[in-house]
């Protein structure tokens, strides 16, 4: 028999008539139970805000919030998305609430949720961020900082550790590990090379020895006996999830337009080599290769970003990743930090203009890169969903997301280098940034401690050890 609905739950969905809500209500189950648009914008605010923790951590918080408390979806539902959202491009976690919310309430609520689950952590890195430019030569924010880098190194280290645990499970992943570590230490090979190469390979391989290329989701959490969802296992498909050609152009011409009426501005402002439009380009390109997370995309970004364009330096990246990794959102949220610091160190507005050209070059790296994940549920999700477990179509992204552990390696031997050696190896050793780096580690790796508490402890030890002379 099925349990009766919570009096809270009842109180919001049931008497809920407005007219908006009831536009923008997709489905209504057995029982007349509907999620009010209202409320659904509610709780993606909210998660905005406590997103910490990467993909893993917002992905539990969404499935204890609405498959356990909420009832909103399914188990299976829920999973159906995830395993969607972990085959395409870009922040997984963005796109599952993206995914979730137009699923309950159409294209609507996809581009609420989405947008919400970001919002909270573009405002908050742009206020740091400023706090980094203006004040970061003050010693306490110094050092704390150099006691972030190290931290970070060790994070980037444990990611390498974590994602190629559950991915790389024979012989054949292992070796693309290594050969995109190879490609990328010692020949210098431009990311986009190595997921093209790693996707070939994964093609071919799938073909041939597809039990090695199978791939699945790595974060479900654990059944548990739900009462019925509101979008249950049974539940028939909203009308709007079937895939309709006119439906897919029309919001293809409408990504392409969102796309190139920005882009033409930018390039009318001063040419396509001006910042800005160098930034949305960039951005593009980087939201289309972050299969495996956002550390998979971290090399590219630094590669572009540090020694292509110049928009800021080694260190300023390793400190942006501590900035990320201690805010809420998903962790490619990086991007905002890395266009506000371009903006004003090429102070594209003018001297006198530093922090409008932060927030410009922060908001034109966030709208490119998190746009394509936009479509990709819009676009994609009536089309692909149908295509979850064909290993002709997994197989490509297994190989893509082995060769990501060893660029991932790669990126962390990177940060060590200029954490302990910030002069090159011919200056000093940095013994205190060696034993807190250590200490991260063993942090990680044995007690499991969570990154925003590791990241503030080191900062700690950081202003305490260069509080002395």
Excluded at 37 to 43: K, M, S, V
Excluded at 186 to 206: D, H, K, M, N, S
Aim: some cysteine.
């Amino acid at each position: 028999m099925v349990s009766k609905p919570n009096n809270l739950y009842d109180s919001e969905v049931l008497h809920s008539d407005s007219a908006a809500v009831r536009h923008l209500t997709s489905h209504k189950d057995e029982e007349g139970r509907t999620v009010p648009f209202l409320t659904a914008c509610r709780f993606w605010l909210k998660l905005g805000f406590i997103s910490f923790g990467g993909p893993t951590g917002q992905i539990s918080v969404m499935h204890d919030e609405l498959v356990e408390k909420k009832h909103w979806v399914s188990e299976r539902r829920f999973l159906h998305a995830l395993n969607y959202c972990m085959l395409l491009p870009g922040p997984e976690g963005q796109q599952l609430a993206t995914y979730i919310g137009w699923l309950l309430h159409r294209t609507g609520g996809g581009l609420v949720a989405g947008t919400l689950f970001v919002l909270p952590s573009l405002l908050i890195l742009l206020a740091l961020s400023w706090v980094y430019m203006r004040f970061g030569d003050v010693p306490a924010v110094a050092g704390s900082f150099a006691g972030i880098k190290p931290a970070v190194t060790a994070i980037v280290v444990f990611a390498a550790y974590r994602i190629g645990s559950r991915v790389l499970k024979n012989g054949w992943l292992w070796s693309i590990a290594a050969m995109a570590f190879i490609a990328i230490f010692l020949f210098r090979v431009p990311f986009p090379a190595i997921v093209g190469g790693a996707a070939f390979i994964g093609y071919a391989g799938g073909r041939l020895f597809p039990e090695n290329f199978r791939s699945g989701a790595t974060h479900q959490p654990e059944a548990k006996e739900l009462r019925r969802a509101v979008i249950d296992d049974d539940t028939p498909a909203p009308a709007h999830t079937a895939f309709h050609w006119p439906r897919f152009s029309f919001y293809l011409l409408i990504g392409l337009a969102l796309w190139l009426v920005p882009l033409s501005i930018l390039g009318s402002l001063g040419g396509s080599q001006t910042t800005l439009s160098q930034m949305a380009w960039f951005f593009t390109k980087a939201a289309l290769l972050t299969f495996g997370g956002a550390y998979a995309v971290l090399p590219y970004v630094y590669q572009g970003a540090v020694e292509h364009y110049g928009w800021l330096v080694p260190s300023q990246m390793i400190d942006g990743l501590a900035l990320g990794e201690t805010t809420p959102g998903p962790l490619i949220m990086i991007v905002t930090f890395v266009g506000f610091v371009g903006g004003w160190t090429k102070a594209i507005f003018g001297s006198d203009s530093l922090l409008l050209a932060g927030i410009a070059g922060g908001v034109v790296a966030t709208y490119f890169t998190f746009l394509p994940s936009f479509l990709f549920i819009l676009l994609g999700g009536p089309l692909v969903e149908a295509t979850h477990g064909n290993v002709t179509f997994t197989a490509p992204l297994t190989g893509i997301t082995a060769a990501v552990v060893g660029v991932i390696l790669n990126l962390a031997l990177f940060f060590a280098y200029h954490v302990l050696w910030p002069n090159g190896f011919g200056g000093s050793f940095e013994w205190s940034s060696a034993i807190v780096g250590v200490g991260a580690l063993v942090a990680l790796f044995k007690f499991r401690v969570p990154i925003v508490w590791l990241v503030a402890s080191c900062a700690a030890m950081g202003l305490a050890v260069h509080s002395f002379p």
